[in-house]
């Protein structure tokens, strides 16, 4: 597997590698589990970070397709803290 380093220093995989391993493709569905797979993610103190700079990075895609992504992944986690 490629790894990136990045400015911080921390090693990362690349973003399309993850995606195609978790099999998504970009429909409804896909949309669906990759923001469940980001709620998760945002849920692990080791992972919070990433999860929330995949989710912007996703939501600023020219393509459109994961326009609000973060958003939803913002009303995800304030639900699960209780903040609504």
């Known amino acids: 597997m490629i790894l990136n380093k990045h400015k911080e220093g ?4 690349p ?5 195609q391993a978790l099999g998504l493709t970009g429909d ?7 923001l469940e797979h980001l709620i998760w ?5 080791g992972a919070k970070h990433y999860a929330w700079e995949r989710a912007k990075k996703l939501d600023a895609d020219p393509s ?3 326009k609000g ?3 939803d ?6 639900e699960k803290s209780g903040k609504n």
């Open 69 to 71: 992504i973060a958003e």
């Open 64 to 66: 459109g397709f994961w």
């Open 41 to 45: 993610m945002a849920s692990m103190q």
């Open 73 to 78: 992944l913002t009303k995800a986690m304030n």
């Open 28 to 34: 409804l569905p896909t949309y669906k589990k990759t």
């Open 15 to 19: 973003h399309g590698l993850i995606d």
């Open 10 to 13: 921390s090693m990362d995989v």
